[in-house]
Nanobody, 120 residues
Framework: QVQLSESGGGLVQAGGSLRLSCAASGRTFSSYVMAWFRQAPGREREFVAA????????YGGDAVKPRLTISRDNAKNTVYLQMNNLKPEDTAVYYCAAGKLFSTTQYDYWGQGTQVTVSA
């Protein structure tokens, strides 16, 4: 019912920037909480950020904020993750997620993921 498609990943040098996009389809998109997660090889999936239909955001802490910023454009059915001053430890597959309720772990729908690689 809700389909998510990430884009914008790629290779970048440390200190550079990327903007990830997640295009969503489905009649209930604007009513869903949208989130970004990331997962590096051999590590657990990590919560990055989430944003409500009204634009209220929550971040995972550590060194995520303010380098990584979540936003959404309900008119375009798209959520973004702006990533600045990237570090090698940001290297991971980044996943877009959507759900009826806010969570740092559980969501109803997941995208395929987009690879972000940051070189030293």
């Amino acid at each position: 019912q809700v389909q998510l498609s990430e884009s914008g990943g790629g290779l970048v040098q440390a200190g550079g920037s990327l903007r990830l996009s997640c295009a969503a389809s489905g009649r209930t998109f604007s009513s869903y909480v949208m989130a970004w997660f990331r997962q590096a090889p051999g590590r657990e999936r990590e919560f990055v950020a989430a944003i409500t239909w009204g634009g209220v955001s929550t971040y995972g802490g550590d060194a995520v904020k303010p380098r990584l910023t979540i936003s959404r454009d309900n008119a375009k059915n798209t959520v973004y993750l702006q990533m600045n001053n990237l570090k090698p430890e940001d290297t991971a597959v980044y996943y877009c997620a959507a759900g009826k309720l806010f969570s740092t772990t559980q969501y109803d729908y997941w995208g395929q993921g987009t690879q972000v690689t940051v070189s030293a």
